[in-house]
């Protein structure tokens, strides 16, 4: 079967504290400026004293309809054998196409390469090693959860089997593969 | 930055600016005015001469396009690595599509400029290309109609180009290809009646010149309906559409769009309209008219691009 990798963000665990962002920067080399990965903190909501916030993860959806592989002319945003969006660097000539088609705006031109880039769940550096992308595994409250959910018995299928769960503009139709677990009001029961 | 998730510039969805809104307007000008060019030789009971208007057509026509394709390689992130892009295919893209129209438009474009202006070329000290000229003759009738389709896909292009990206709800709209094509037209008018009057010296009161004066109302209504349709659409769409209405009242771009639009693009043709046959057909007044034509057609392009990339859904 098609691997399906997808990432869970539980904002219920997620203090916003910017470690996956951190993290992500040093994995990637990302340059100064632009960012990959960011975790916007939004509120607070609600009546004193019961006020939350919302920690909001923006980051590459990974769509499984991408709007940017399909404007891209060149074919250098493309999806691999793994399901992954990605970019071929040499193919791209930074027409903006895909960045400015991106319903979810997480797609930058890299000021050293010249041509865009993103997320890509790390798949040439940790993934390709076996590892579980740079965020997840630095969460300090394991907010994040990724893997294949094709494959029943992972830990994501688990999750968005038993928790409820949402994506975000789901109404365009690009089937993102970044799920949210969405914050119960109140903090924390232990 | 003065928030702890870092830098937010590149968040900004305006991601094309003005450069682009340039390529959409020389683009649109170049196959309107080639468009306009043909279809009125084709119309015409003269078919010996060549009329004014369509050596205009043979100016503007390759000289937009050319101007147009220099902004949007300039306005790549990899200028001289524009070659992948002629290499590269993906059909999915309107973009590659558009390169691929582009790519046989615009040497016929210039082609069909040689051999309508055969007899121009020595008197411009061009006449080495006359031979060229006169080889391309022969092959006239088909390059015209290939030119006259690839016209029509080029202008239409423009706004296929936009409406593809569903993050915006104004520019995704299935009006928009339709609107920039009618209104490449207008543009392409306007265009050439500006290098008829200026470099062929025509005649104000020319019977080319008239029958193409009296194709602007109708392309006028035609655009000012395209809009109303467009605006509809967002209301009645609701949600992040609707919202996306406020480009009309609030901001840089509804000053735009009721006084570069409204105001110059439609208002100062149709208000001269009104004025006495007499003055209305001399030389100044016609080019005050085709110029403000051309500055609404600009400011149109400027508007939908901006306006439109800065609602998002």
């Known amino acids: 079967m098609n691997k399906r990798y997808v990432m869970v963000h539980d904002e219920n665990k997620c203090i916003g504290c910017q470690a996956c962002n951190v993290a992500c920067r040093s994995e990637n080399g990302t340059p100064e400026g632009v960012t990959r990965l960011q975790v916007r903190v939004e509120g607070p909501f609600g009546d004193a004293p019961n006020l939350h916030f919302k920690y909001h993860r923006v980051s590459c959806q990974q769509c499984e309809d991408a709007p940017c592989v399909k404007v891209c002319p060149t074919g250098a945003a493309y999806v691999g054998e793994d399901g992954i969006v990605t970019i071929k660097e040499d193919k791209c000539v930074g027409c903006m196409y895909c960045v400015a088609a991106c319903p979810y705006k997480v797609r930058f031109v890299n000021p050293e390469t010249k041509a865009t880039d993103k997320c890509n769940f790390c798949k040439d550096t940790r993934l390709a090693r076996g590892e579980l992308p740079a965020c997840v595994t630095v969460c300090p409250t394991d907010a994040l959860t990724f893997g294949d959910a094709n494959e029943p018995d992972s830990e994501v299928a688990k999750l968005l089997n038993t928790k409820p769960s949402y994506q975000d503009k789901t109404h365009l139709g690009t089937k993102p593969r970044v799920y949210r677990i969405p914050t119960k009001r109140g903090g924390i029961e232990s | ?313």
């Open chain 2, 1 to 313: 930055m003065n928030n702890i998730w870092g830098d937010m510039a590149q968040y900004d969805p305006v991601t094309w600016n003005w450069v682009i809104a340039v390529y959409l307007f020389m683009a649109g000008l170049s196959a309107g005015s080639v468009l306009i060019g043909i279809g009125m030789r084709w119309y015409s009971k003269d078919n010996k001469t060549e009329s004014p208007i369509l050596k205009a057509a043979a100016i503007v026509g390759p000289v937009a396009i050319s101007l147009g394709l220099a902004c949007l390689v300039f306005d790549l992130t990899k200028p001289f690595h524009f070659w992948l892009i002629l290499i590269n295919y993906n059909f999915q893209s309107v973009m590659a599509i558009g390169v691929l129209a582009l790519l046989a438009y615009s040497p016929l474009g210039i082609a069909y400029g040689l051999i309508v202006l055969r007899d121009e070329l020595p008197k411009w000290g061009l006449g080495f290309l006359s031979p060229v000229a006169e080889m391309l003759l022969g092959w006239r009738k088909a390059i015209e109609v290939l030119l006259f389709i690839l016209a029509i896909g080029v202008g239409a292009y423009t706004g296929f180009l936009i409406s593809a990206m569903n993050a915006y709800p104004m520019l995704n709209t299935a009006v928009l290809p339709a609107l920039f094509l009618v209104s490449g037209l207008s543009a392409g008018a306007a265009a050439n009646s500006v290098v008829a009057l200026l470099m062929f010296k025509v005649d104000s009161h020319d019977n080319e010149l008239s029958r193409m004066h009296a194709l602007e109302l109708p392309v006028m209504a035609t655009e000012i309906m395209f809009l109303f349709m467009l605006f509809c659409a967002l209301y009645f769409k609701g949600g992040a559409a609707a919202l996306a209405l406020a480009s009309l009242t609030t901001g840089v771009w509804a000053g735009v769009f009721w006084i570069g639009v409204v105001g110059i693009g439609f208002g100062v043709p149709l208000v001269s309209m009104l004025m006495p046959a007499a003055t209305r057909h001399t030389r100044g007044a016609m080019l005050m008219v085709a110029c403000s034509g051309l500055t609404g057609v600009l400011a149109l392009r400027h508007f939908i691009l901006y306006a439109g990339q800065s609602y998002i859904y």
